[in-house]
């Protein structure tokens, strides 16, 4: 590869760091929000965003879309623990990574809520994995109830957002499971009011 060439790739990569990270500050603004809501953006996003990831913690098993999920084992907010996919097998899941203090992430979650009260027991069930304190979700969840389980992981390199594909941590992030339990999708970034059924369907 010539010295042109590398400058032109580096300057490349720069580039898409240099939009991830303004997203992820910023949000992405009214010329990319559409383009980053298509498959094809969330494709490119989440590739940008794998470059600098730091390395798989080994043993770490990590899904690849269309793979089976790892089983995860996580409790839930009484300490109860629930394995998943298992404890809705037969049904598709939309698991949503949020914290308390991420803004993205509390900004959406009506949106999450007024899906899973509206799409019955036949659709997708919504599953929130709070990378989080516990008694920061439970003081949160006082004054912003949701009625979908909430579940709660420690963040870190192991966390279960890294096996379902967010090897940086990024927030909110959503994966789509399908009813064998293999990973179907893959979300960075809040969902848009209206939104998810359109992102749910096959």
């Given at each position: 590869?010539?010295?042109?060439?590398?400058?032109?790739?580096?300057a490349?990569?720069?580039?898409?760091?240099?939009?991830?990270?303004?997203?992820?500050?910023?949000?992405?603004?009214?010329?990319?929000?559409?383009?980053?809501?298509?498959?094809?953006?969330?494709?490119?996003?989440?590739?940008?965003?794998a470059?600098?990831?730091?390395?798989?913690?080994?043993?770490?098993?990590?899904?690849?879309?269309?793979?089976?999920?790892?089983?995860?084992?996580?409790?839930?907010?009484?300490?109860?623990?629930?394995?998943?996919?298992?404890?809705?097998?037969?049904?598709?899941?939309?698991?949503?990574?949020?914290?308390?203090?991420?803004?993205?992430?509390?900004?959406?979650?009506?949106?999450?809520?007024?899906y899973?009260?509206?799409?019955?027991?036949?659709?997708?069930q919504?599953?929130?994995?709070?990378?989080?304190?516990?008694?920061?979700?439970?003081a949160?969840?006082?004054?912003?109830?949701?009625a979908?389980?909430?579940?709660?992981?420690?963040?870190?390199?192991r966390?279960?957002?890294?096996?379902?594909?967010?090897?940086?941590?990024?927030?909110?992030?959503?994966?789509?499971?399908?009813?064998?339990?293999?990973?179907?999708?893959?979300?960075?970034?809040?969902?848009?009011?209206?939104?998810?059924?359109?992102?749910?369907?096959?």
């Open positions: 590869m010539s010295t042109t060439s590398r400058i032109v790739l580096v490349v990569i720069a580039g898409l760091l240099g939009v991830v990270a303004g997203i992820a500050i910023n949000g992405p603004g009214p010329l990319l929000g559409p383009a980053l809501r298509t498959e094809l953006g969330q494709r490119v996003l989440q590739r940008a965003v470059v600098h990831a730091p390395p798989t913690p080994a043993g770490l098993v990590v899904a690849a879309r269309g793979e089976r999920m790892p089983p995860l084992a996580l409790a839930d907010l009484d300490g109860r623990p629930v394995a998943l996919p298992k404890a809705f097998a037969g049904r598709p899941i939309l698991i949503n990574f949020w914290a308390s203090w991420c803004g993205p992430c509390i900004k959406e979650m009506p949106e999450l809520d007024r899973a009260a509206e799409t019955g027991p036949n659709g997708a919504v599953v929130g994995i709070a990378l989080d304190r516990p008694d920061d979700v439970r949160f969840l006082q004054h912003t109830p949701v979908y389980p909430i579940l709660i992981d420690v963040p870190g390199p966390d279960s957002s890294v096996q379902l594909g967010n090897p940086k941590g990024v927030l909110p992030y959503t994966a789509l499971i399908g009813a064998d339990g293999r990973l179907l999708k893959q979300k960075i970034g809040p969902f848009a009011p209206g939104e998810i059924e359109a992102w749910v369907r096959p």
